[in-house]
């Protein structure tokens, strides 16, 4: 139950801090009270009017604020009233506050759903199963299958690659290593239990190559005072400034999905430090360079990959050939450049730029005026209609490819997802298209039980 807990707090101060970042890029315009004048009146409005883009879970804080687009004009809002509002026309959920407590139903087939998730698998595992995904006409994911992709979200660009503003050349790396015994690789993570079981790993790793851990997770070595309060370090140019002394950094997403890429990736990247990276198996697509990341996956076993970096420390060609977008100051993947150039929003409260979530806004108002527009809503029904490729992470695997713990909770998560996303669907798709929490329940123990759910995860005792 605690883990549960635990799970649900970390979303929590997730949208709270995305939240806080719309706010404090709005310009200042994003404040409540912006209803007065210029809002649609609740449940009335003729045809000719904006359209209306609700978002069902809270999330900016906005109660009314009318945006221009580009191909028009919508009216963004919070208020839930506007759910039978005539010019409704999009209903916008944030994934780890998507909860099946707490649905707008019945479900008018006029209206689309919109899902903004660029969170890890790990926070809503309904995500990953078709038959939920397929209830959403329009996504915005780290995944790039989905309509409108976040998958840079943690690159501010492709010169923070490139900046040799924090880079620590090779012969220092090697003096600091003896000099402040620095060892060769860094980890730093403070979330512990994760469906990748990234601490199993690295503490194999740690029997054959040193590695300093900062973090709360396979403690042994102290960041400095002022920067041991988790919120707000990592983006301190003195952490950053301690990563960059490194030779390597360990890269571990807390959960494997395509795409799915975080800051994990990108800090080392930015700074002139090495990833040993594992989590998006389409990892590569992303790198500057053919040959920028270590794979953990391309290694049998830790003991292997411990090997392969002990030949880079004893060789600085071969460690510098990993470095080519610091020390050529070149980027050469065309697919990294190229969506980099495509990509309108900024981060870091980029106020030039705005931030992704205006952003997706905007995209879904314009898609939502170019359909209504036009006459093609019979010409291709499925066309707006999500699938496992705007999402759809498969069954957690763990770093080390094996689970020796008999039960894993991530697993049994995801499986009972599986199910629950089939009986979701077909709740908000047929008559009477509403249903309370215990009526969702108690269709899926039945599901469960015809699934083998119960053979394979046996309930414990405390859950009877
Ligand atoms: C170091 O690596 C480079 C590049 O792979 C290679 O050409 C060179 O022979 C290596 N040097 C030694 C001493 O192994
Ligand atoms: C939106 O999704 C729903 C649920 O899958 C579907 O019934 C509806 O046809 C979709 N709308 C459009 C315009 O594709």
Same mark, same amino acid.
């Given at each position: 139950m605690s883990r549960r807990r635990v799970v649900v707090q970390s979303c929590i101060v997730l949208v709270a801090c995305l939240t806080w970042a719309k706010c404090a890029t709005g310009k200042g315009s994003l404040q409540r009270g912006d209803s007065a004048g210029g809002a649609p009146p609740p449940s009335t409005g003729g045809a000719g009017g904006e359209a209306v883009v609700l978002w069902w879970t809270p999330f900016t804080g906005i109660m009314g604020q009318s945006r221009n687009c580009g191909l028009?004009?919508?009216?963004? =809002?919070?208020?839930?009233?506007?759910?039978?509002?005539?010019?409704?026309?999009?209903?916008?959920?944030?994934?780890?506050?998507?909860?099946?407590?707490?649905?707008?139903l019945p479900r008018q087939s006029r209206h689309w759903w919109g899902l903004l998730h660029e969170e890890s698998p790990k926070n809503q595992p309904l995500f990953d199963h078709q038959p939920v995904l397929q209830l959403f006409n329009i996504t915005s994911t780290f995944r790039r299958?989905?309509?409108f992709p976040l998958t840079l979200q943690h690159l501010k660009s492709i010169e923070?690659?490139?900046?040799?503003r924090e880079f620590v050349p090779t012969k220092e790396k090697n003096h600091l290593l003896g000099k402040e015994s620095l060892a060769p690789v860094v980890y730093v993570q403070s979330d512990c239990d994760t469906p990748a079981q990234r601490d199993k790993y690295v503490s194999e790793l740690a029997k054959y190559i040193k590695i300093d851990s900062y973090g709360a997770c396979l403690?042994?070595?102290?960041?400095?005072?002022?920067?041991?309060?988790?919120?707000? =370090?990592?983006?301190?140019?003195?952490?950053?400034?301690?990563?960059?002394?490194?030779?390597?950094? +360990?890269?571990?997403?807390?959960?494997?999905?395509?795409?799915? +890429?975080?800051?994990?990736?990108?800090r080392p990247l930015t700074l002139g430090t090495v990833p040993v990276y594992w989590g998006s198996p389409t990892v590569r697509d992303w790198e500057p360079n053919p040959h920028s990341v270590i794979v953990v996956s391309d290694f049998q076993t830790p003991k292997e990959l411990a090997v392969f970096l002990h030949r880079l420390l004893e060789n600085d060609t071969l460690y510098e050939s990993y470095l080519k977008h610091k020390l050529n100051q070149e980027v050469t993947n065309a697919y990294l450049l190229e969506t980099m150039e495509k990509r309108r929003w900024g981060?870091?409260?980029d106020f030039e730029k705005g931030n992704f979530i205006e952003h997706f806004e905007c995209h879904v108002c314009d898609q939502v005026l170019t359909r209504h527009s036009g006459g093609r809503s019979k010409a291709n029904p499925g066309e707006f209609q999500a699938d496992l490729s705007h999402y759809g992470c498969p069954e957690p695997e763990t770093v080390l490819g094996e689970d020796e713990e008999a039960r894993n909770f991530w697993v049994e998560?995801?499986?009972?997802?599986?199910?629950?996303?089939?009986?979701?669907?077909?709740?908000?798709?047929?008559?009477?298209?509403?249903? =309370?929490?215990?009526?969702?329940?108690?269709?899926? +123990?039945?599901?469960?039980?015809?699934?083998?759910?119960?053979?394979?995860?046996?309930?414990?005792?405390?859950?009877?």
């Open positions: 028009g004009s919508c009216f963004f =809002t919070e208020d839930r009233s506007y759910l039978h509002n005539k010019r409704l026309k999009a209903v916008l959920f944030y994934g780890s506050d998507f909860s099946i407590e707490d649905l707008p299958g989905s309509n923070a690659l490139t900046s040799t403690h042994n070595r102290d960041l400095p005072a002022h920067l041991q309060d988790p919120a707000g =370090t990592y983006n301190h140019g003195d952490f950053r400034a301690l990563v960059a002394k490194y030779k390597f950094a +360990i890269a571990i997403e807390n959960a494997g999905c395509d795409d799915y +890429i975080t800051e994990k990736l990108w981060i870091d409260n998560q995801w499986n009972k997802a599986r199910v629950e996303a089939q009986v979701l669907h077909r709740l908000v798709s047929l008559p009477p298209k509403r249903f =309370t929490p215990d009526e969702f329940f108690d269709a899926v +123990i039945p599901e469960l039980q015809r699934d083998g759910f119960f053979q394979r995860f046996p309930p414990e005792h405390e859950e009877l």
